[in-house]
């Protein structure tokens, strides 16, 4: 998959801190970075969320590159003063994901991953820049969770925010934090609110990549709800440059919505899925099994794109339908399973 770098990103190699390194966005923006001869410092811990063996293959091209050195390490276990000391950026992207494992006991791991991990960071990065006069700049991988259900769509950044799930009160909490070092001590921080994030090497508990490994195995696609929720897709490509052109916007503490443009119910897109995996041959016809909604799962969402596209020049640029036929040709080439 290849990811336009913005012209900032294209004049002089820069040195970059990846938390969450293994997992898909961050490997995936591992590898764009290392392809324009960036210098890239990885940090995963490689959580039992999924199986960690996918985040080792997710590495498996960066781990060769010499312009790449992964530290394999908890956030909260690391002195973070010392990996942050020669770094200009750090795209933040290690968290707990996922809404639905969030709650009962599970939630003092999203407490420890999602929130005392990122309060780590930006307190390492506060120290430096006092110790160095440097303004290293951090961007952070929100989420469209920390909306919950909306009275109105398309949703502006400023709208109300009630999170339905807790991993979505722990998404917010650490957006705020990277709020309030900005307003309270200048440091350089962004936000990104991603929605549904789709494309090669995606977590296999999301929809698509579930659904398709599903469909390799022969069994039906299970759904809950009627599929009536709508969702905005965004495709991976598109999450890596909106991180890459927020490292260079001039405002501090700002927070912007990282959509894929339009919105469409599950069902629908669960069409085209079906038509792309049936048409390269990955199934030969797949029956879709509707059932009850779960607990956390949001309704709708739907990003207003204008503030990242005023403030940015960000806009989303892979259709669902490419976007989708993208992730099928990757599970056709033996992905995940090789
Ligand atoms: N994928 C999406 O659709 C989506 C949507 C909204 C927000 N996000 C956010 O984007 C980021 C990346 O998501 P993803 O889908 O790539 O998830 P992922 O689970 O594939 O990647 C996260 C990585 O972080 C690592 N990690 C977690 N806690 C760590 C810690 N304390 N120290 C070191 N490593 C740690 C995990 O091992 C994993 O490899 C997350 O912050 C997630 O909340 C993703």
């Known amino acids: 998959m290849t990811v336009e770098l913005p012209s900032a990103w294209r004049s002089s190699p820069r040195r970059v801190l990846v938390t969450g390194c293994g997992g898909f966005l961050g490997s995936s923006l591992t590898d764009a970075l290392l392809a324009g001869g960036h210098d890239v410092v990885g940090v995963d811990c490689f959580t039992d969320y999924y199986d960690p063996a996918r985040k080792r293959r997710n590495l498996s091209d960066a781990l060769l590159n010499p312009g790449f050195r992964l530290l394999e390490a908890d956030l909260n276990d690391l002195d973070l003063s010392d990996v942050l000391a020669d770094r200009q950026v750090c795209f933040h992207m290690a968290a707990q994901a996922g809404v639905r494992a969030s709650w009962g006991r ?74 309030l070092y900005a307003e309270n001590f200048g440091l350089r921080t962004t936000s990104l609110r991603y929605f549904t994030v789709y494309g090669p090497r995606q977590r296999p508990d999301m929809a698509f990549q579930k659904f398709l490994e599903a469909a390799r195995a022969g069994q039906p696609w299970k759904i809950y709800g009627d599929g009536s929720q709508t969702r905005d897709f965004t495709f991976v490509a598109d999450a890596l440059r909106a991180n890459l052109l927020a490292a260079d916007s001039p405002r501090r503490g700002a927070v912007y919505n990282v959509g894929g443009g339009s919105r469409i119910a599950l069902r629908d897109a669960l069409a085209i899925l079906r038509d792309r995996a049936v048409a390269h041959g990955l199934a030969d016809d797949i029956q879709i099994e509707y059932g009850d909604r779960v607990e956390g799962d949001v309704i709708h969402t739907y990003a207003d794109g204008q503030l990242a596209r005023d403030e940015l020049g960000f806009a989303a640029g892979v259709s669902l339908e490419d976007g989708l036929d993208a992730q099928v040709r990757w599970n056709m080439r033996g992905e995940p399973a090789a």
């Open 106 to 179: 599970e939630f003092d791991i999203y407490l420890a991953y999602n929130i005392r991990a990122t309060q780590n960071l930006l307190e390492a990065m506060l120290q430096l820049d006092r110790a160095d006069g440097e303004s290293r700049c951090l961007v952070y991988s929100s989420s469209s969770s920390v909306y919950g259900n909306q009275p109105t769509y398309p949703v502006v950044e400023t709208s109300y925010l009630q999170p339905f799930s807790p991993y979505g009160v722990t998404k917010l909490a650490a957006e705020h934090l990277c709020g």
